[in-house]
């Protein structure tokens, strides 16, 4: 086990709704990125939050938003879902600082989203 | 563009090698990952490339060449628990995944 947890573990919306998952990074770590994996492909960079601050984007939309606590623990919300956004989110924390050294990142267990 | 590929399936052997192979083209290169994924799980870290040459890590071993953008996984004495997809990752200050390669080890 990593020491990162998510929540909830499953998730089911039907479109047009709204969507907050939580995550809790392992200790030490300040850093924490999501990703959105789809069934069948690698895991696809959404954004990462350092102290407190979005630090890199993918490309998603600004209908995925986010927020890191005091405490590094992290939310990902998205606003007005689509059935396209059914997928395994996965949370990753890393050691401080942005990945421009051994970023090694550490990842939860994932929430499974699925929008009807 | 920016690419991470990678071979999509792969079958090997108990007790046999595998080499899994990546070719990556990113705008910037801050070091490659391999992550382990059972089906329904999250990935898992084996291993860490930032200069070239060879990685090992018990039966787990990595390379990477940066002049070739290129790099593969080697895995040894293969046992039924290493059937799972196998994820390169690029750090070009974001982390970019390839698409991974599920292994199936056959008895």
């Known amino acids: 086990e990593t020491g990162v947890t998510q929540s909830p573990t499953h998730l089911i919306k039907t479109r047009g709704q709204q969507v907050t998952l939580r995550c809790s990074s392992q200790?030490?770590?300040?850093?924490v990125s999501w990703y959105q994996q789809a069934l069948g492909q690698g895991p696809q960079f959404i954004f990462q939050?350092?102290?407190?601050?979005?630090?890199g984007r993918g490309n998603f939309p600004p209908r995925f938003s986010g927020l890191q606590f005091p405490n590094y623990s992290s939310e990902l919300n998205v606003n007005a879902l689509e059935l396209d956004d059914s997928a395994l989110y996965l949370c990753?924390?890393?050691?401080?600082?942005?990945?421009?050294?051994?970023?090694?990142?550490?990842f939860g267990p994932g929430t499974r989203l699925l929008v009807l | 563009g920016q690419n991470i590929d990678q071979p999509t399936e792969m079958t090997a052997t108990e007790g046999a090698i595998v080499q899994i192979n990546c070719t990556y083209q990113?705008?910037?290169?801050?070091?490659l990952f391999w992550y382990q994924q059972h089906a329904g799980e999250a990935p898992t870290f084996l291993s860490y490339?930032?200069?070239?040459g060879l990685e090992e890590k018990g039966r787990f071993s990595s390379f990477l060449s940066r002049s070739k953008g290129y790099s593969y996984l080697l895995l040894k004495e293969l046992q039924m628990k290493d059937s799972a997809s196998y994820l390169c990752?690029?750090?070009?200050?974001?982390?970019?995944f390839g698409a991974g390669t599920r292994l199936t080890v056959k008895p």
């Open positions: 990753a924390s890393s050691r401080p600082g942005r990945l421009n050294q051994d970023g090694t990142q550490y």
């Open positions: 200790s030490g770590h300040n850093t």
């Open positions: 939050y350092y102290r407190e601050e979005e630090n």
């Open positions: 990113t705008s910037g290169f801050n070091g």
């Open positions: 490339n930032v200069l070239d």
């Open positions: 990752a690029v750090n070009d200050n974001d982390m970019r």
